[in-house]
Every structure is written in C-alpha cells, then in structure tokens.
C-alpha cells in the first residue's frame, strides 16, 4: 500500500505540474524539467555524498535529505523565476532557454563530481539519482501528501483562469485575466509539485511528457480539470504497470525510471517529428 500511495501522488502531482506548465508555455513538448529543478535534485545528492558520504546524517537520515532535496529544488526555481522572470521585459521562451543551459551546467557539473567519488559511495549514489518506490517511510508519504494537497487546492482554485489562459495571452488579458501574475504562480506552483515528487522517490524525467500529451489525444477538451484528472489516473497506471514489469518480467534488474524514459525518449522524437511535419 505504501507504494501504491507514493505512485499516486507522484502520479498526480508530476501529471498537475506538466499540464499547467505547457499551458502558460503554449508548448505541449517543454516540461518543467527542462528548467533544470531535477539537475539541481542531483547536484544535492552529488553534493552530500561528494563531501559528507554515504553514511552520513544527511543520507541515512531520509527527512532531512527530503527536506534538504525540496528546499534546494523549490529555492533554485524560485531564485530562477524571480531574477530572469520579467514579463514586461523577457519572454517566457527565454527563461525556458536559459533553464535548459542552467540544466546542462549543472548536469555537466554533477558528472565531474561523479568521477571524483569513491567508486564505492558512487554505487550508492546511483540509487539516489533513479525514481524507487520501494523502502518509502509512512511518515515521509505522508509530508508530501500535505505538501502536495495544499498545492493541489491553490491549483483547483485557478483552474478557470487557466481554461482561459489558452486562448493566449493578448486573450487573456482582454478577458480580465492578471497574466503575467498568473504564469509567475503557475510557474512556482509546477517547481512545488515537481521538487516534492522528486525528493519523495527521485527524477522521472520524462513521466509528464508522455501523460500529459497522452492525455490531450484521449480527452479532446481545453477543461484543464478533466485534463489533469486524466492525466494524473493515466500515471498512476503507467507507474503501477511500470513497477509490475520491474519485479515480475526483469525481476529487480533495472528501475522504473530507467523504462519510462526508455519509452519517454521514443515519444519525445515522436513528437518532435510530428510537430515538424505540421510546422511544414
């Protein structure tokens, strides 16, 4: 049960934050991780093990490396939104550049550390750096859940101004819609979401894509409440199935982030190609 529990929020909560995010972007392939928040999830846990080590306080510890993940992650998106976030002044498509470039340091970063390091903190390492739902404390659940539904309460009370939001900004704006306050919120509402799923069972970098577009095909509607919902149930199934594969069919010999990516990779071109063809 415990496991089941962390799919569903992780479902849900990933599901909420892409579709919000590709509506303020107006792009349904960008996805928050392209502002680089789970580079930042691997520079902490590089970080600690790098200087501290695999047995120290800040790894056995799992509230305070979760509580030290979520602060770094929500920190490093709001210190992004807030210096280059100016709607008056930069696009929105620059932030999402200069998010891609900050990911790719931070990434390039992380692998230099990754060389340094003992080969035997390193293995340890690795299990940090990919999405596990197994050993999961009850009460470390249970502070996401709290996170996470008090989000998802703010999120519910937007969802209209969101509905709206599609239309684009010049729209948005003649229909009394504060927009640019509306991205800035949006935008840290989707770091809040993502950073407390990734601390809770690590990065899954491509899980938002897949459901969210997957989610657009079967529920032809600009409803962002039925969007989500189906985006969030359509996780939650490819996390519980993903999870069935790893035990059952591989037997524990590879993770479920390693597969979803797998597929998320072969989607994302996908799309990509598709995108190209109706630009064309």
């Known amino acids: 049960m415990m496991r089941v529990g962390a799919m569903v929020v992780t479902g849900f909560s990933i599901a909420f934050a892409t579709v919000i995010f590709q509506t303020v972007t107006q792009n349904r392939i960008l996805t928050p991780s392209m502002m680089g928040v789970d580079s930042m999830y691997e520079v902490v846990q590089t970080l600690i093990f790098f200087f501290a080590g695999s047995a120290s306080i ?3 510890n ?9 602060v770094a992650m929500v920190f490093f998106a709001m210190l992004l939104y807030r210096l280059l976030f100016r709607a008056d002044k930069f696009p929105i498509y620059l932030l999402l550049l200069i998010g891609m470039i900050i990911g790719t340091f931070l ?3 992380v ?13 340890s390492l690795q299990n940090k750096l990919f999405a596990s739902f197994i050993n999961i404390k009850v009460q470390l659940l249970y502070i996401a859940i709290g996170i996470l539904v008090v989000a998802f309460i703010y999120g519910y009370t937007i969802l209209n ?5 599609t239309l684009g900004r010049d729209n948005a ?6 927009y640019d306050r509306l991205v800035m919120n949006v935008l840290i509402l989707a770091a809040i979401l993502i950073s407390t799923s990734t601390a809770l069972v690590g990065p899954i970098l491509f899980l938002g894509l897949i459901v969210a577009n997957l989610s657009y095909q079967f529920f032809a509607t600009y409803k962002h409440s039925v969007l989500i919902l189906g985006a969030g149930l359509i996780s939650v ?3 519980v199935g993903g999870q069935f594969i790893v035990e059952h069919i591989f037997e524990m010999t590879t993770t479920l982030s390693v597969i979803i990516n797998f597929i998320g990779g072969i989607y994302f071109i996908y799309l990509l ?8």
Not at 62 to 70: A, D, E, G, K, P
């Open 107 to 109: 990434g390039s970063f």
């Open 58 to 60: 800040w790894v056995v």
């Open 237 to 239: 199934i490819a996390l």
């Open 273 to 280: 190609l598709k995108e190209s063809r109706a630009a064309g």
């Open 111 to 123: 692998s230099f550390l990754q060389v340094l390091i003992d080969p035997v903190e390193y293995l």
């Open 173 to 178: 704006i003649n229909l009394g819609i504060n």
């Open 161 to 165: 101004k969101l509905d709206v939001a």
């Open 62 to 70: 799992q509230y305070l490396n979760f509580f030290t993940s979520l």
